[in-house]
């Protein structure tokens, strides 16, 4: 779907700034023992980006390791 392909793309850029000022601390509020924890994960993008919303949560998820690989030093 391109219109989720593009909302992806977006989502990344709207990280990549505050991935790349706090690096792994970026990704503390969502980790859990069993990886990312996609609730709390919505709550915060329901405040600050709440169009990332419409994305499913294996995406969410993708599109935080890619922010990690990319953006992580």
């Known amino acids: 779907m391109p219109n989720q392909q593009r909302l992806r793309a977006r989502l990344l850029e709207f990280?990549?700034?505050r991935v790349l000022?706090?690096?792994?601390e970026?990704?503390?509020?969502?980790?859990?023992?069993a990886g990312i924890d996609c609730i709390k994960l919505r709550a915060w993008l329901s405040d600050v980006w709440p169009e990332a919303l419409a994305l499913d949560d294996d995406q969410l998820k993708q599109v935080l390791d890619q922010a990690r690989w990319l953006y992580v030093n």
């Open 15 to 17: 990280l990549k700034f």
């Open 26 to 33: 970026f990704f503390t509020p969502w980790q859990s023992k």
């Open 21 to 24: 000022s706090a690096q792994e």
